[in-house]
Each structure stands twice: as structure tokens, then as C-alpha cells.
């Protein structure tokens, strides 16, 4: 059976070695994905410069449907990754880890770019057939890509955009061979290991679990300046799937922060990058699995960790999106409310949960407090 274009499983003796599954990912990504992509949109010459295989017409967006999957899969390779969800998040990371500089443009702007590349792109080719109106292929800019702000629009050069995964794969491919770097072969391990050896159950992507990982289930959008920071114990379910906070329904988390005037109207979850520029930041006192808050231990919580990032980012408050977690953090119970004791100079607040199985505790007046305390 081929399992790449140049490799039998009869190839291997088994379980594989790490330099057999980095042999085996390379070949197989490079030759059964981006090769046939820059094919259809370049065509192909021999080393003398003679042409065998002409470029497509019209093969633009086929091109984006065979490589738009690399951005995703790259990065959780690159993280070691070990689950079914977080599409949005590993695909944006993925644009991140191919096109680098991006991280030193405009923040605002950039996060409209990813945007539109991910949901009008990836989403629209993959899940309706066709990428939106936002979307434009053209082979007359000298870069694989370029956004127009004035516009809200993306152009984006396939001819330029598949020789860049390839150079970007090649580099990857050299990284993880060096053997000094540790982790980043450990990361690439885990998740090659998961992608060929574990077929996740029907009851297991349902919940969401990522298999065992430590690592944060959201990254903590935490920066200097920050008006205030929401914390919980650990993002739910839904939130899990969707790779998001707060994206439960059910939740008014989004609808309540418009309504008390911290942010200028009710966004989509997928939009909580965005929430440093309102002065907003999130982080969580569990940085592990299980989604189900219920099945946390108290080691669990990582209180020293918690209180060490509120003081060095310094936000003038903290609100604790509920009471439970408040009183694990603090060691007793706890009013609604501003707090007595601080954490540093941040002032805190508990406030009522804003889920959907609290509404009979529901009292919206102790988040306009804190909306009070935070705008003056």
C-alpha cells in the first residue's frame, strides 16, 4: 500500500522510528498536496528549463481547496496538538508561522485579513464550494497575498501563495530534523502520531477533549494597560468546539458586555482577539482538561499562576465571571461585587455568571458597577 508518493508501508519496519514519520509526513505533504497544487498553477518544467506539464486554466481556486488545509494542519504539527477542534485558532496560527512579518503590521488590520482568509476563504471553499465576494485571485501583484482595508478586501496571487508553502514546508522539514531541537520534534510526534495512529470516537469529539494536552485550551489575551480581565476556570463545550469563548448561545457573556457599554456592539465570539483594543483581556484559573468544570481538582488551579500574570500585566481590574471560582482563588466565600482585597494594584470583581443555567441568580447591576468602575 503507498502511503506516499515514494514510500510502500512494506518500506518500514514497524512502529516507525521519528525520522521514518518525518520521512513519511514530508514526502506525503509535499508530493501528494503542494507539489500537485503548484502543478495545476505553475505547471512543471524539467531542471534544463524544458516545459512537461503546462499550467491549468482557470485552476486558481482549485489551487485554494488543496492548500488553504496547510495553514491548520502546519500549526498543529508545529504545536503538537492533539485534537479534533480549534480550526479558526491553528488555521490563523498557521498564516502566523508562514508569513511571520505579519505579526509587525497593524494588529486591527491583520486581524481583518485573518479574518477574511479564514471564513471567507477557507469556510466559503470548503463548506459552500465558492470563496465570498472578499476574495479576489489575481496573478498581477508581486506578493501571495495582499489586503486592501479600504475595501475589506483580500487578493490573493496562487502562483506566489503555493511556492511559499513549499518553501515554508522545506523549512519546517530541516527544523524538525535537527535533532537539537527537542520540542519541536516532540510536538511533531504527538501530533503525527495522533493523525495516523488515533481515530477519536464519536463520544470524544462530541466533548471536545484534546487527549491528554496540558496546554491552554485559548491562548490568555493579556497586554499592558488592559481596563479590566475576565476570568473563568476553563472554557465549556461549546467553546471547546468552537474553538472560542463564551460560544455557547445559551451564554449572554457578548450580549451583556454591549449592553453595560464596555464594548461598542455585540460581537461573535469568534471576534475575542479583537477585545484588547476595548481594553478587555481573558485568561482562566485552569489551563487544562476536562471542559467540565465539575471534574477539576483542586491542583487543577493554578492560583501562583493566576495572580502572578494580574500583577505583572496590572489591569485596573479583574472580574471573575462567576462565584465559585472566585472563592476557589481566594480560600473563602465571597459577596458579589467589588472585593476587599485586591490582587496588586488591580481592583476585583465577582459578578453573576452570565450562563445560561444562572439566570435565577441573574442581578445585571453588579456588571454595570464594575462597567461604572472601569470607565471612569
Given at each position: 500500500?503507498?502511503?506516499?508518493?515514494?514510500?510502500q508501508d512494506?518500506?518500514?519496519?514497524?512502529?516507525?522510528?521519528?525520522?521514518?514519520?518525518?520521512?513519511?509526513?514530508?514526502?506525503?505533504?509535499?508530493?501528494?498536496?503542494?507539489?500537485?497544487?503548484?502543478?495545476?498553477?505553475?505547471?512543471?518544467k524539467?531542471?534544463?528549463?524544458?516545459?512537461?506539464?503546462?499550467?491549468?486554466?482557470?485552476?486558481?481556486?482549485?489551487?485554494?481547496?488543496?492548500?488553504?488545509?496547510?495553514?491548520?494542519?502546519?500549526?498543529?504539527?508545529?504545536?503538537?496538538?492533539?485534537?479534533?477542534?480549534?480550526?479558526?485558532y491553528?488555521?490563523?496560527?498557521?498564516?502566523?508561522?508562514?508569513?511571520?512579518?505579519?505579526?509587525?503590521?497593524?494588529?486591527?488590520?491583520?486581524?481583518?485579513?485573518?479574518?477574511?482568509?479564514?471564513?471567507?476563504?477557507?469556510?466559503?471553499?470548503?463548506?459552500?464550494g465558492?470563496t465570498?465576494?472578499?476574495?479576489?485571485?489575481?496573478?498581477?501583484?508581486?506578493?501571495?497575498?495582499?489586503?486592501?482595508p479600504?475595501?475589506s478586501?483580500?487578493?490573493?496571487?496562487p502562483?506566489?501563495?503555493?511556492?511559499?508553502?513549499?518553501?515554508?514546508?522545506n523549512?519546517?522539514?530541516?527544523q524538525?530534523?535537527?535533532?537539537?531541537n527537542?520540542?519541536?520534534?516532540?510536538?511533531?510526534?504527538?501530533r503525527?502520531?495522533?493523525?495516523?495512529?488515533?481515530?477519536?470516537?464519536s463520544e470524544?469529539?462530541?466533548?471536545?477533549?484534546?487527549?491528554?494536552?496540558?496546554?491552554?485550551?485559548?491562548?490568555?489575551?493579556?497586554?499592558?494597560?488592559?481596563?479590566?480581565?475576565?476570568?473563568?476556570a476553563a472554557?465549556?463545550?461549546?467553546?471547546?468546539?468552537?474553538?472560542?469563548?463564551?460560544?455557547?448561545?445559551?451564554?449572554?457573556?457578548?450580549?451583556?458586555?454591549?449592553?453595560?457599554?464596555?464594548?461598542?456592539?455585540?460581537?461573535?465570539?469568534?471576534?475575542?482577539?479583537?477585545?484588547?483594543?476595548y481594553?478587555?483581556?481573558?485568561?482562566?484559573?485552569?489551563?487544562?482538561?476536562?471542559?467540565?468544570?465539575?471534574?477539576?481538582s483542586?491542583?487543577?488551579f493554578?492560583?501562583?499562576?493566576?495572580?502572578?500574570?494580574?500583577?505583572?500585566?496590572?489591569?485596573?481590574?479583574?472580574?471573575?465571571?462567576?462565584?465559585?471560582?472566585?472563592?476557589?482563588?481566594y480560600?473563602?466565600?465571597?459577596?458579589?461585587?467589588?472585593q476587599?482585597?485586591?490582587?496588586?494594584?488591580?481592583?476585583?470583581?465577582?459578578?453573576?455568571?452570565?450562563?445560561?443555567?444562572?439566570?435565577?441568580?441573574?442581578?445585571?447591576?453588579?456588571?454595570?458597577?464594575?462597567?461604572?468602575?472601569?470607565?471612569?
Amino acid at each position: 500500500m503507498w502511503i506516499t508518493p515514494h514510500y510502500q508501508d512494506t518500506d518500514f519496519s514497524w512502529p516507525l522510528s521519528l525520522d521514518e514519520k518525518i520521512s513519511i509526513f514530508l514526502d506525503r505533504t509535499r508530493g501528494w498536496q503542494l507539489d500537485i497544487a503548484d502543478q495545476c498553477i505553475n505547471g512543471k518544467k524539467c531542471p534544463n528549463g524544458q516545459t512537461i506539464r503546462d499550467p491549468i486554466p482557470h485552476s486558481g481556486f482549485a489551487v485554494l481547496h488543496i492548500v488553504l488545509s496547510y495553514f491548520e494542519m502546519i500549526a498543529k504539527y508545529q504545536s503538537g496538538y492533539t485534537g479534533t477542534g480549534k480550526s479558526e485558532y491553528f488555521f490563523k496560527q498557521g498564516v502566523y508561522s508562514v508569513f511571520p512579518h505579519l505579526r509587525t503590521e497593524s494588529s486591527e488590520v491583520v486581524d481583518s485579513l485573518l479574518d477574511i482568509l479564514y471564513f471567507g476563504c477557507r469556510c466559503g471553499l470548503y463548506h459552500g464550494g465558492m470563496t465570498d465576494h472578499r476574495i479576489i485571485l489575481t496573478g498581477e501583484i508581486d506578493f501571495p497575498m495582499a489586503f486592501d482595508p479600504r475595501e475589506s478586501r483580500l487578493k490573493i496571487n496562487p502562483h506566489l501563495l503555493v511556492p511559499a508553502l513549499i518553501t515554508h514546508l522545506n523549512d519546517y522539514g530541516k527544523q524538525i530534523q535537527d535533532i537539537k531541537n527537542r520540542q519541536l520534534r516532540r510536538n511533531f510526534e504527538k501530533r503525527f502520531d495522533f493523525d495516523a495512529l488515533y481515530c477519536p470516537s464519536s463520544e470524544d469529539k462530541t466533548r471536545g477533549f484534546n487527549y491528554g494536552q496540558a496546554n491552554p485550551i485559548f491562548p490568555d489575551i493579556l497586554c499592558p494597560n488592559l481596563k479590566v480581565v475576565f476570568c473563568g476556570a476553563a472554557a465549556g463545550s461549546k467553546s471547546w468546539q468552537h474553538g472560542a469563548y463564551y460560544a455557547d448561545s445559551r451564554n449572554r457573556f457578548w450580549v451583556v458586555l454591549f449592553r453595560i457599554g464596555l464594548i461598542p456592539r455585540a460581537l461573535s465570539p469568534h471576534e475575542f482577539r479583537s477585545l484588547p483594543k476595548y481594553g478587555i483581556g481573558f485568561t482562566e484559573l485552569v489551563k487544562k482538561n476536562p471542559a467540565n468544570g465539575s471534574r477539576f481538582s483542586s491542583s487543577d488551579f493554578d492560583i501562583s499562576g493566576f495572580r502572578a500574570k494580574i500583577e505583572r500585566f496590572a489591569p485596573k481590574a479583574v472580574a471573575f465571571n462567576g462565584k465559585r471560582f472566585a472563592q476557589v482563588f481566594y480560600g473563602h466565600s465571597v459577596h458579589y461585587g467589588r472585593q476587599p482585597e485586591p490582587i496588586g494594584g488591580s481592583a476585583v470583581f465577582v459578578l453573576p455568571s452570565t450562563s445560561g443555567i444562572n439566570r435565577r441568580y441573574w442581578n445585571e447591576a453588579h456588571w454595570r458597577e464594575l462597567a461604572d468602575f472601569v470607565s471612569k
